[in-house]
């Protein structure tokens, strides 16, 4: 491959990085003003209740005057300089510009997705989107049958992309016999891009439930010792500890919103068993579906499981300890071993040398 486009190509994929954070910040500059706004909105609300609850039917009347607009324009009105109102009229236009963005590449994909479910339960799409990739997609926390069909449009895009960019760039050294095997491996290679990056996504997700199964226990060990019931255990827990527990409130709000659109509770938390692979987690979704189907105190179960899985973690860091400690033996082999032999070997191996020298003369 040529210099040239190495260099094209490094430029096009720093360009790509430095739009992605410039994207991530201002989405985050975004959510800081929303939020603000929000703030300031509703402490404005309860200012102005405030004082309508202070004041006296005159000032009431003047008010609402004033809020329906029913006041002379000559007294509040103030002339403004010529360009001022184009200015204020652009300022909306320019603040609502990413959001109009954002709708249309929200759009844009659910138009992708329902293109793509249309060809999920074909002969095609059963192979492209497989059992084993559909789990994935509900590890992943990709329920929708829009996303599906998104990934099916994405492993045939990628498949078919492959090969003329991988062409491109290390086509030209590349002897004839072998081009045809070529293609067909950047081929294979973008058709399973988007299952790597999918495998990757569910098993971190993975990870994540089985650090958050202790929290989750001890939660609901506490919910249900003051008193509340398992639905408003698991509301609060949803609600109330998003950010202690990212995946599974994710996944128990999905349970309870099919609870009560009408699934009974072992129905809405079958999934929740099935999909992550974990046996703690479907010992936890009995217990729920006992307690809510015959009910009774679970708070001592509970903090024994909670011992359990807290030992279990212990006795998995013990074991990644001791791997380390093998890996670490090989590191300091390579790296402190020689160090050692020439500060503790080297000054006798110099004196031996210098004596062999001066035996020589």
Not at 153 to 182: E, K, N
Request: hydrophobic share 50%; net charge positive; charged share 20%.
């Amino acid at each position: 491959m040529r210099a040239d486009r190495i260099i094209a190509l490094a430029l096009a994929l720093g360009a790509l990085g430095c739009l992605l954070l410039a994207y991530v910040a201002f989405e985050r500059v975004k959510l800081a003003r929303r939020g603000a706004r929000t703030l300031q909105n509703a402490l404005d609300r309860r200012a102005a209740a405030s004082s309508a609850s202070a004041a006296t039917p005159g000032d009431m009347a003047t008010r609402m005057r004033f809020d329906t607009g029913m006041v002379p324009q000559a007294r509040y009105m103030t002339p403004s300089a010529p360009g001022q109102h184009g200015e204020t009229s652009a300022a909306p236009a320019v603040a609502a510009s990413p959001k109009i963005v954002v709708g249309r590449l929200a759009s844009w994909r659910a138009r992708c997705g329902q293109a793509g479910a249309r060809w999920l339960e074909t002969p095609l799409g059963r192979q492209v989107v497989a059992a084993e990739d559909r789990r994935l997609l509900e590890q992943c926390g990709f329920v929708d049958i829009n996303a599906r069909g998104f990934f099916l449009l994405s492993r045939l895009v990628c498949a078919a992309a492959a090969p003329p960019i991988a062409t491109w760039l290390w086509g030209a050294g590349i002897p004839g016999p072998y081009r045809v095997a070529f293609v067909v491996g950047a081929f294979a290679a973008g058709f399973m891009v988007p299952k790597f990056v999918l495998g990757r996504r569910a098993a971190r997700r993975r990870g994540a439930v089985a650090d958050e199964m202790p929290v989750l226990v001890d939660l609901l060990r506490l919910l249900q010792g003051v008193g509340l019931s398992l639905d408003q255990s698991l509301q609060v827990t949803i609600n109330d500890f998003r950010a202690m527990l990212p995946v599974l409130a994710g996944e128990l709000e999905l349970a309870q919103r099919q609870f009560v659109a009408g699934r009974t509770r072992e129905q809405s938390l079958q999934r929740l068993a099935a999909s992550f692979d974990n046996e703690d987690l479907r010992a936890v979704v009995r217990l729920m579906i006992q307690v809510d189907r015959h009910g009774g105190a679970v708070q001592e179960p509970l903090k024994q499981f909670g011992d359990r899985l807290r030992e279990t973690r212990r006795a998995r860091l013990r074991e990644k300890i001791g791997q380390v400690t093998v890996k670490m033996t090989g590191v300091m082999i390579l790296t402190l071993l020689p160090a050692l032999l020439i500060v503790t070997a080297g000054p006798g191996l110099l004196a031996v040398i210098r004596s062999l020298a001066g035996v020589h003369r």
